[in-house]
């Protein structure tokens, strides 16, 4: 007798619960990539949910990011004046001390140049703790991009695992708007050429995650067992 080899037949179950309009008929011949359903899923509608706001999450990481930059370079800048201010009463209290040794200034001159060299310590501990503040918010916004970035990943994948589409796909932009966003329905299309065998669902039926929708067959892919 004839009898069809087990990778003949390929089923076709629902990827999440939802809503199935069926595009082909049971006995119909198909190509591989033709569209045997369209789906529509409130799990899709989660899933582009979740990209949006990993979008946007995204965003607003890249923009703390960058905007500790020019924070960054203005402290620094500040920094190196309010060291230079420090050194140089530095050296004036030392050559104010040394006159005052040989008599050549008096105790007042020399108090106003220590309490303007503390004045100036004082401004430089005060910049490098707001030197290790920018540090912080440097690094927890790194921290934030990064899981960001790693959030829109995950919810690319997913979208990817249930649409079928590549991530590039979904991401691709056409008229301004990505593909994962002007998705509406989901479409399952044949993965390889056949013929619908079954119909295991009406169109517009209502289907729970894993149910089965339909199977394809491809009749050439025969044995003769004897």
């Known amino acids: 007798r004839f ?3 087990p990778t003949a037949r390929r089923e076709y179950r629902a990827a999440a619960p939802g809503r199935v309009d069926l595009m082909v008929e049971q ?6 990539g033709d569209v045997l359903y369209r ?3 409130p799990t899709w509608r989660d899933l582009q949910r979740d990209i949006a706001d990993a979008h946007a999450a995204l965003s607003l990481a890249e923009a703390a990011s960058d905007s500790i930059a020019p924070f960054m370079e203005a402290h620094e800048s500040h920094h190196v004046e309010i060291q230079s201010a420090v050194d140089l009463w530095v050296a004036r209290v030392a050559e104010l001390d040394a006159l005052r040794s040989a008599g050549g200034v008096g105790g007042e001159q020399v108090a106003q140049a220590r309490a303007s060299l503390a004045a100036a310590r004082a401004d430089l501990a005060e910049t490098l703790e707001k030197e290790a503040e920018l540090m912080a918010r440097q690094r927890e916004a790194a921290a934030q ?3 960001s970035g ?3 990943r995950i919810a690319l994948e997913s979208a990817a695992a249930l649409t079928g589409l590549s991530v590039q796909a979904l991401t691709h932009v056409d008229q301004g708007v990505p593909r994962w966003q002007s998705l509406s329905q989901i479409e399952v299309r044949a993965a390889a050429p056949g013929v619908v065998d079954a119909l295991h669902v009406s169109s ?3 289907v729970e ?3 089965p929708v339909l199977e394809t067959v ?3 892919l025969l044995r003769f067992r004897a």
């Open 145 to 147: 991009l990064a899981a």
């Open 218 to 220: 491809q009749p050439d």
């Open 209 to 211: 995650s894993s149910a």
């Open 3 to 5: 009898e069809l080899l």
């Open 204 to 206: 517009g039926a209502a």
């Open 150 to 152: 790693a959030r829109l």
């Open 27 to 32: 006995y119909q011949r198909v190509d591989a």
């Open 39 to 41: 789906f529509d899923s």
